[in-house]
Nanobody, 129 residues
Framework: QSHLAESGGGLVQPGGSLRLACAVSGFSIDYYSVGWFRQAPGKEREGVSCIDSDGRTYNYIDSVKGRFTITRDRSKNMVYLQMNSLKSDDTAVYYC??????????????????????WGVGTQVTVPS
């Protein structure tokens, strides 16, 4: 049974760091693109970062470039989102999602929610103002 499970969220002070983890079971990330999305209170879900099956990475929000890094551990079938210099605007529920089709992670176009088939239930990240 295919399953994604996020962990690593929590309450962190501005300027702090968190590493989110996405544990994937039921399929190999070697053949899937995995994206991180977030949804802040009262806002639409938005794509944050993505890593494709070849390991190429993309960030989609200007405000996180240079602060957030997506990586993967193929031996553990895990994808991570390292978040540094956190700000109150980063407060959101963070979701990981996976898709086998090629091209869902791409530069110069937003990460599309509807393009991803498998989703986790999310992990809350809170950065007080």
């Amino acid at each position: 049974q295919s399953h994604l499970a996020e962990s690593g969220g929590g309450l962190v002070q501005p300027g702090g760091s968190l590493r989110l983890a996405c544990a994937v079971s039921g399929f190999s990330i070697d053949y899937y693109s995995v994206g991180w999305f977030r949804q802040a209170p009262g806002k639409e879900r938005e794509g944050v970062s993505c890593i494709d099956s070849d390991g190429r990475t993309y960030n989609y929000i200007d405000s996180v470039k240079g602060r957030f890094t997506i990586t993967r551990d193929r031996s553990k079938n895990m994808v991570y989102l390292q978040m540094n210099s956190l700000k109150s605007d980063d407060t959101a529920v963070y979701y990981c999602a996976a898709e086998s089709r090629v091209g869902v992670c791409a530069p110069r176009r937003p990460l599309e929610i509807d393009a991803f088939f498998y989703w986790g239930v999310g992990t809350q990240v809170t950065v007080p103002s």
